[in-house]
């Protein structure tokens, strides 16, 4: 059974987040199923549902088009591909994994349909990314507080977050005091600071 496999690291694309998993599995010392390295591995069954989570999360099913009678995005097995592994036999045993998580036994339906197709809904890549180097730039050394560039970037990305995951976020109640600090390497350069404040404590400089 798929499930029952296990997967290492090596076989996986290099994505720091399922290496994290794999590194906190109590049975990360048993054998990969797929090849035979003695890296550490995950089981199959964990891999879908994480996989699953990703989907749901970062992807969104692609309708069927009458008119040009096909369906729009990608289908599962190059999502896959792309996301998880190249290893043609990892990917066909998590589609198989993917296709019994997503079976519902009371309706007889699946949930992304008999042939998933997928399109990305959540990207910070590209456009998005040049825009938040960008935004990151501005605030760590000019306008920090009154940042419209940052407060479009922020709803940009944040919006949709917040939209479908509050639990991400903490609110502060009206008045409450939130401070920072400023690291000094040596007292002198400390006590320099605190005679000119106005000199030291604005923007970091870009180094």
């Not at 089981?43 to 009678?69: C, F, P, Q």
């Not at 040049?130 to 990151?136: D, G, I, L, Q, V």
């Not at 501005?138 to 639990?167: C, I, Q, W």
Request: glycine share 4%.
């Amino acid at each position: 059974m798929p499930g029952s496999k296990r997967i290492c690291r090596q076989c996986l694309n290099d994505d720091r987040y399922l290496i994290n998993i794999i590194a906190s599995d109590p049975d990360a010392s048993e054998s990969c199923d797929y090849c035979d390295s003695e890296e550490m591995t995950m089981s199959m069954e964990t891999l879908a549902e994480k996989v699953d989570w990703l989907i749901e999360n970062y992807y969104r099913g692609g309708e069927y088009n009458h008119y040009l009678e096909k369906y729009e995005g990608e289908p599962l097995f190059s999502v896959l591909e792309q996301e998880v592994t190249v290893n043609d036999n990892i990917i066909n045993d998590l589609s198989e994994l993917l296709d019994e998580l997503w079976f519902d036994w009371s309706s007889h339906e699946r949930t992304y349909g008999d042939e998933p197709h997928f399109v990305e809904a959540v990207t910070i890549s590209g456009n998005l990314s040049r825009k938040w180097n960008s935004m990151e730039r501005k605030l760590r050394e000019s306008n920090r507080f009154f940042n419209m560039d940052a407060m479009a970037t922020f709803e940009e990305v944040f919006g949709y977050l917040h939209e479908n995951h509050p639990s991400a976020f903490i609110d502060f109640e009206q008045n409450t005091s939130i401070f920072r600090g400023r690291i000094f390497q040596s007292e002198e350069a400390l006590e320099a600071a605190l005679r000119m404040p106005e000199s030291s404590f604005g923007p970091p400089p870009p180094n």
